[in-house]
C-alpha cells in the first residue's frame, strides 16, 4: 500500500514536471505541435502510472506485504473470471456463427405452380414434374 502510494507520487511528480517541460515547448514549437506532443506524453504517462502501480504492488507481495499468494488471487478472481467469461462469449459467437444452418439450395429456389395440375415446379422448369404439362 505504501509502495503504491509512493509510485503514485512519483507518477503524479513526473507529470507535473514533464507538463512543465513541455510548457517550455510552446517558446519554440508551434501551438499544434506543442498540443500533440501533450497528448502524446498524457498516453506514456498513464501506461509508466499502470507499470508504476503494478510494480508496487509485486513490491508490495516481494516484500512480504502480502505473505499469502492464494490471498492475492482470490482478490484477482472476479477480474479472472470476468475476462474468461469475455472469452466465453467470443467463443460461443464463433460456436454460434459454425452452427447457423446454412441456406440450401431449395429455399434460394423459387417454386412456380404448374397450370394445369397446380404441383410446385422448379422456377427454371419447362415441364411439370407431377403432370408433364408444359409450364407456362
Ligand atoms: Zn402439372
Not at 488471487?73 to 477480474?79: N, V
Amino acid at each position: 500500500m505504501t509502495l503504491i502510494a509512493i509510485g503514485l507520487i512519483s507518477f503524479l511528480s513526473t507529470f507535473i514536471s514533464a507538463a512543465m517541460n513541455f510548457g517550455e515547448f510552446d517558446e519554440f514549437e508551434s501551438r499544434g505541435r506543442s498540443m500533440a506532443m501533450r497528448a502524446f506524453g498524457g498516453m506514456i504517462l498513464m501506461i509508466v502510472g499502470v507499470v508504476v502501480s503494478n510494480l508496487g504492488r509485486m513490491g508490495a507481495a516481494g516484500a512480504g506485504l502480502i505473505p499469502d499468494p492464494q490471498r492475492q488471487r482470490q482478490d484477482l478472481e472476479p477480474w479472472t473470471r470476468s475476462a474468461g467469461g469475455m472469452l466465453n462469449d467470443a467463443l460461443s459467437e464463433v460456436d454460434a456463427l459454425k452452427h447457423r444452418p446454412a441456406p440450401t439450395a431449395s429455399a434460394a429456389t423459387v417454386k412456380v405452380r404448374c397450370p394445369q395440375c397446380k404441383a410446385l415446379n422448379d422456377e427454371h422448369d419447362k415441364f411439370c414434374g407431377q403432370c408433364g404439362g408444359p409450364i407456362a
